[in-house]
């Protein structure tokens, strides 16, 4: 298959650190693949939490990777660098990156590509890469969430939220979440979670407790608050239970800690980015989902859920939006081409 590429693109880019005023529209030069790696023809990619901290400037790309923002994207193959025998021109992908998704063509290493599910359309498939990556990872690998256990994760409205909801119902969980209006809990029990808590309105601590008359009913917590949550989560674990932070949109930074309860119940804290690892590791996170998690996805069991789409040029609204907390799942770039 023969396919036109051009020479420039359009792509976003932050003239600075700061807030939505430092993000650029501009154009770039395509880029080409080298070993290993594929041309993607973006037609959507996602907006995640790591965008607004990189455009802060606190989170920059690995040595190597593109300036230009973005983390996933889903749209077609249009050229192949050395070596790559998997895929071919033409096939349509989604697929994790270090960096560059906000673009029109962005380079992807072939085995962190995936195929987009037979239950979903190009589009809808760029919300999958960041998030599943994430979830799958660290609720299933890190934190072996187990059939018949109790699972919380807060945030239940956000795209790690509703995609961590639906794979652990999915593989037997009961399934607690907070989200920060009626509106978003209501949301988050379509999607399976078995309870859900407003935790601007409640104590995520107290109600779980009195809805499971337990003082420490939970198995495992996924968490990307931080600050004050952490000495509620810990407070929930039941004996063994595990704890996996992602992110803090609090503070990763505690008053005082008293380590005893780790002791005698013998709980684990643990936690991972996904940006930084080593490539291999990220093949063996992709390797799994393919065999584990893609099927579901293939069936419509489970999908990403995408709240709102803006034209490249609007990257200034997409992150005033996310900053808002005012979404329900994903955010998503388009590109135009398709």
Sequence with gaps: ????????????????????????????????????????????????????????????????????????????????????????VGDEVCALLGSGGY???????????????????????????????????????????????????????????????????????????????????????????DHAIDYKTSDFVDEIRKITDAKHPVDLILDMVGGSYIAKNLSLLNYDGRMVQIAFLQSPKVASFDFLPLMLRRLTITGSTLRARALGQKIDIAMGLRQMIWPLLDEGTVKPIVHATFPLEEARQAHELMESSAHLGKILLLTGRS
Aim: proline share 8%; with cysteine; charged share 20%.
């Design 1 to 88: 298959m023969t396919v036109t590429i051009p020479a420039r693109m359009r792509q976003i880019s932050f003239d600075g650190k700061g807030g939505p005023e430092v993000i650029r529209v501009g154009e770039g030069d395509v880029p080409l693949p080298g070993p290993g790696k594929v041309l993607i023809e973006v037609h959507a990619a996602g907006i995640n939490r790591p965008d607004i901290v990189q455009r802060a400037g606190f989170y920059p790309p690995p040595p190597g990777e593109s300036g230009i923002p973005g983390l996933e994207v889903a749209g077609k193959i249009v050229r192949l660098g050395d070596g790559v025998s998997q895929w071919s």
């Design 103 to 193: 673009a029109e063509y962005a380079l992807a290493d072939a085995a962190l590509c995936l195929p987009v599910p037979k239950a979903l359309s190009l589009i809808e498939a760029a919300a999958l890469p960041e998030t599943y990556f994430t979830v799958y990872d660290n609720v299933f690998r890190r934190g072996n969430l187990q059939r018949g256990e109790t699972f919380l994760v807060h945030g239940g409205s956000s795209g790690i939220g509703t995609t961590a909801i639906q794979l652990a119902k999915q593989f037997g969980a009961t399934v607690f979440t907070t989200a920060g209006s009626a509106e978003k809990c209501a949301f988050c029990k379509t999607l399976g979670a």
